[in-house]
């Protein structure tokens, strides 16, 4: 998985961030990238190689690949653009905060709350909430945020609270350490577990979706059944991958699409006869059933591996209480 997956690369310019430094003997034969890591800490490796690839933070004076190797007494040159927060106000937006330690924070997102800002959408976000309730975030790229979740999906988000946190957290995205679990209530019985795997890019007629194509990102999905109902059953769902909509793509493309989630084809469908109560639930199903429950990584300062979970909204188990009582009666 690619690490712009959980961090997009699509920063506006403000302040300028200016550093120099000259290398010592001992980087004699090392990557370029590890000791200006190691020289400035503060920030995060993953920034420090997209600025030596767009040749902000140069070698003597030129552009240089991560992976170079160095010699030692070269001149290190940092002049790079910073994201320009001047739209991020914060807000005292309540959060649901499951855990905070000195280098993170795990929020538990209600749905309909968007997680970034941007044009046309500056405020009543994730972000200016965060900065409202951690203040220092504003220091941090993205303020903290190491991956994301649809406006419409609920649950567990790990915010960093230093460069050097939210690098180490990228870096699990990436090598696919992270584990990220979630529930999903779908249209459909599926016979048991299967997997989707089809490369996910933007949908040529809608912009507003994703669709599976050839010349797409590789995307997999792996969907466990937990619950049969009548028409319908709740998944577990394990990415792999980090797409955008990748579950409510997969799952649809497999003939699942998720509850109230009419972008990707859900209808509303209901069993033979269903019980009054069970049509109001599906009915009040205004956005997507799918809830990111459980969440684990290795702690960037303990290094020893934590899991999160998160209870399913009020909204879910309205939807699973009235499908249980719908197939039990």
């Not at 019980?275 to 300062?301: D, G, I, K, N």
Request: proline share 7%; glycine share 8%; aromatic share 6%.
């Amino acid at each position: 998985m690619d690490p712009r997956d959980s961090l997009e690369e699509d920063d506006f310019s403000g302040e300028t961030l200016e550093r120099e430094a000259v290398l010592s003997s001992e980087a004699f034969g090392r990557r370029v990238d590890q000791v200006v890591a190691e020289l400035w800490p503060d920030l995060s490796r993953a920034r420090l190689q997209r600025w030596l690839k767009s040749g902000e933070l140069t070698v003597d004076g030129q552009r240089s690949k991560p992976g170079e190797k160095v010699l030692g007494g070269e001149r290190l040159q940092l002049l790079a653009q910073q994201e320009d927060r001047t739209h991020w106000r914060p807000e005292p937006i309540p959060l649901a905060v499951v855990h905070e330690d000195p280098e993170l924070i795990v929020i538990n997102k209600p749905a309909g709350l968007v997680v970034h800002p941007g044009a046309g959408n500056w405020d009543g976000t994730l972000c200016n909430a965060l900065l409202h309730h951690y203040p220092e975030l504003s220091q941090v790229p993205r303020a903290g945020l190491v991956h994301r979740l649809d406006k419409d999906t609920s649950g567990l988000l790990v915010v960093a609270r230093s460069e050097r946190a939210q690098g180490a957290l990228a870096a699990q995205l990436a090598d696919r350490s992270m584990g990220r679990h979630y529930l999903a209530l779908v249209e459909g019985v599926p016979t048991g577990p299967f997997e989707a795997d089809g490369a996910i890019g933007r949908d040529p007629h809608n912009r507003l979706r994703m669709a599976l194509r050839e010349d797409g990102r590789a995307a997999r999905t792996f969907f466990s059944l937990v619950e049969r109902f009548r028409a319908h059953a709740l998944l577990g769902c394990r990415l792999e991958t980090g797409r955008t909509h990748q579950i409510r793509v997969h799952s649809s493309a497999a003939g699942f699409p998720i509850v109230g989630d009419r972008i990707y084809g859900a209808r509303g469908r209901l069993p033979p006869a269903p019980t009054p109560a069970l049509m109001a639930a599906l009915r009040s199903a205004t956005r997507q059933a799918l809830h990111a429950a459980e969440l684990y990584f290795v702690h960037p300062t303990h290094e020893a591996r934590v899991t999160f979970e998160a209870p399913l909204p009020e909204d879910f188990e309205a939807w699973l209480l009235a499908l249980r009582e719908d197939r039990d009666s």
